[in-house]
């Protein structure tokens, strides 16, 4: 087939490199060069051209003029992860939502593996799910994190075990509206079969109705679960809250849905508990950096939505000095400032986001204008007093500054223990 790949990051090189591979004749194209075979630079005219299959990257929009014109002359548009659901072998577990996507796929990658049971992890995390078919095998599951740029274009790919955490307002500058965005998301229960089995948030409305749209069994998972101090599966006590090793009550909704996933895949109740004791949180998701002098460090960098960051902060008590902004997505940022005047000492705002976060918490908390996460950091850790927390959690994305959230996370954390290593000089 003559095949356009679109969008030269790493879904799309894989998507590439797989069709190739497979005999198709392929170019490339982005926006920018890029030194791959087959590259041509991207233009309206080499869309129109005569394609049997164009394939886009998760980062380009699907509903792009150029590409509705090419589903009207009846080219077949689809994703990366569309593009593998014919080949990719073994049963597969699929897990979306606004926020904890990374952690519950890699709990649930890391309980698998932990009893044994054969797992590749991938998807919007580590390999694209293209580049996963090679390495699939029958008797293996595909722990899949999956976005709804992914979902989107989703028509055959299924899900034998598909689980959502939550849905809440997140990437309007690309879907648009939040109907879009959730049409996305539940993409993932339409395509499964009977037999299958959906794992849903019992208290997210929309989660709820999603249970709508699939002929799988439905678990609920939520509040109802944790009886005692505890998290209870299937009517059994399986861990204490307090023996979770990431804090917060949305680490243990997540804890709750990938324990279900791992129950689906044929973990025992015992062996899922066990690997949950010795989980490690992700990295950039709350990630405790340093204590300098009384004063704790955390990175969470891949809070790059509104609901993300009112989720950090629902996990400490007060005195936090937190570094909000990036690239906004169209979010509303008024609904963080009950917690921010209940929690903070002060919001530090960075990026192109800054001015709009400004005069959206104005009044509620004390402002500062650091513009860069250097500044930021060193205007935190300046006015910072023992018993305090410093707290990266932008509520944005990060494109406006660095090239991803791990880039910025990154950066936070050598930019601290530049800190650590200046105050231990000093002493």
């Given at each position: 087939?003559?095949?356009?790949v679109?969008?030269?990051?790493?879904?799309?090189?894989a998507?590439?490199e797989?069709?190739?591979?497979?005999?198709?004749?392929?170019?490339a194209?982005?926006?920018?060069?890029?030194?791959?075979p087959?590259?041509?630079?991207?233009?309206?005219?080499?869309?129109?051209?005569?394609?049997?299959?164009i394939?886009?990257?998760?980062?380009?929009p699907?509903?792009?003029p150029?590409?509705?014109?090419g589903r009207?002359?009846?080219?077949d548009?689809i994703?990366?992860?569309e593009l593998?659901?014919?080949?990719?072998?073994?049963?597969?577990?699929?897990?979306?939502?606004?926020?904890?996507?990374t952690?519950?796929?890699?709990?649930?990658?890391?309980?698998?593996?932990s009893?044994g049971?054969?797992?590749?992890?991938?998807?919007?995390?580590g390999?694209?799910?293209?580049a996963?078919?090679?390495?699939?095998?029958?008797?293996?599951?595909?722990?899949?994190?999956?976005?709804?740029?992914?979902l989107?274009?989703?028509?055959?790919f299924?899900?034998?075990?598909?689980?959502?955490?939550?849905?809440t307002?997140?990437?309007?500058?690309r879907?648009?509206?939040?109907?879009?965005y959730?049409?996305?998301?539940?993409n993932l229960?339409?395509?499964?079969?009977?037999?299958?089995?959906?794992?849903?948030?019992?208290e997210?409305?929309v989660?709820?109705?999603?249970?709508?749209?699939?002929p799988?069994e439905?678990?609920?998972?939520?509040?109802h679960?944790?009886?005692?101090?505890?998290?209870?599966?299937?009517?059994?006590?399986?861990?204490?809250?307090?023996?979770?090793?990431?804090?917060?009550?949305?680490?243990a909704?997540?804890?709750?849905?990938?324990?279900?996933?791992?129950?689906?895949?044929?973990?025992?109740?015992?062996?899922?508990?066990?690997?949950?004791?010795?989980?490690?949180?992700?990295?950039?998701?709350l990630?405790?950096?340093?204590?300098?002098?009384?004063?704790?460090?955390?990175?969470?960098?891949?809070?790059?939505?509104?609901?993300?960051?009112?989720?950090?902060l629902?996990?400490?008590?007060?005195?936090l000095w937190?570094?909000?902004?990036?690239?906004?997505?169209?979010s509303?940022?008024?609904?963080?400032r009950?917690?921010?005047?209940?929690?903070?000492?002060?919001?530090?705002?960075?990026?192109?986001?800054e001015e709009?976060?400004?005069?959206?918490?104005?009044?509620a908390?004390?402002?500062?204008?650091?513009?860069?996460?250097?500044?930021?950091?060193?205007?935190?850790?300046?006015?910072?007093?023992?018993g305090?927390?410093?707290?990266l959690?932008p509520?944005?994305?990060s494109f406006?500054?660095?090239?991803?959230?791990?880039e910025?996370?990154?950066?936070?954390?050598?930019?601290?223990?530049?800190?650590?290593?200046?105050?231990?000089a000093?002493?």
């Amino acid at each position: 087939m003559k095949t356009l790949v679109v969008g030269m990051e790493k879904s799309g090189r894989a998507a590439a490199e797989f069709l190739r591979a497979r005999g198709d004749e392929v170019t490339a194209t982005d926006l920018k060069p890029q030194d791959v075979p087959g590259f041509r630079l991207q233009s309206d005219e080499l869309f129109d051209e005569a394609w049997d299959r164009i394939v886009i990257s998760p980062g380009v929009p699907a509903d792009l003029p150029a590409l509705e014109r090419g589903r009207k002359r009846g080219v077949d548009v689809i994703g990366e992860v569309e593009l593998a659901a014919p080949f990719i072998k073994g049963p597969v577990i699929g897990i979306t939502g606004s926020n904890g996507k990374t952690t519950t796929t890699s709990l649930v990658g890391h309980i698998l593996k932990s009893a044994g049971i054969a797992t590749q992890v991938g998807g919007n995390i580590g390999k694209p799910v293209i580049a996963m078919v090679e390495t699939s095998r029958e008797e293996q599951w595909n722990v899949l994190e999956l976005s709804s740029f992914q979902l989107e274009t989703i028509r055959t790919f299924r899900a034998h075990v598909g689980v959502c955490l939550n849905v809440t307002q997140n990437h309007l500058d690309r879907h648009h509206t939040f109907e879009n965005y959730a049409s996305a998301k539940g993409n993932l229960f339409r395509t499964q079969k009977p037999g299958d089995h959906a794992v849903l948030n019992a208290e997210d409305a929309v989660c709820r109705s999603f249970a709508m749209l699939t002929p799988a069994e439905t678990f609920w998972f939520g509040k109802h679960m944790i009886r005692e101090g505890a998290i209870w599966l299937n009517g059994q006590w399986l861990i204490d809250l307090d023996e979770i090793p990431i804090p917060g009550m949305h680490n243990a909704e997540n804890v709750m849905a990938a324990a279900a996933a791992a129950h689906f895949a044929g973990a025992s109740r015992d062996q899922i508990a066990a690997a949950v004791k010795t989980f490690k949180a992700v990295e950039h998701r709350l990630e405790f950096v340093a204590d300098i002098d009384g004063v704790k460090f955390y990175n969470d960098s891949k809070a790059t939505s509104v609901d993300a960051t009112m989720k950090a902060l629902d996990s400490f008590a007060a005195n936090l000095w937190v570094i909000l902004g990036g690239k906004d997505k169209g979010s509303d940022y008024t609904v963080l400032r009950e917690r921010l005047h209940k929690k903070a000492r002060a919001a530090v705002l960075i990026g192109a986001a800054e001015e709009k976060i400004a005069s959206q918490i104005e009044g509620a908390v004390k402002v500062i204008h650091a513009g860069t996460l250097d500044r930021a950091v060193a205007e935190a850790w300046a006015a910072a007093e023992p018993g305090d927390t410093v707290l990266l959690a932008p509520a944005c994305a990060s494109f406006d500054q660095f090239r991803s959230y791990e880039e910025r996370g990154q950066f936070f954390k050598e930019l601290v223990n530049g800190l650590a290593n200046g105050a231990a000089a000093k002493d």
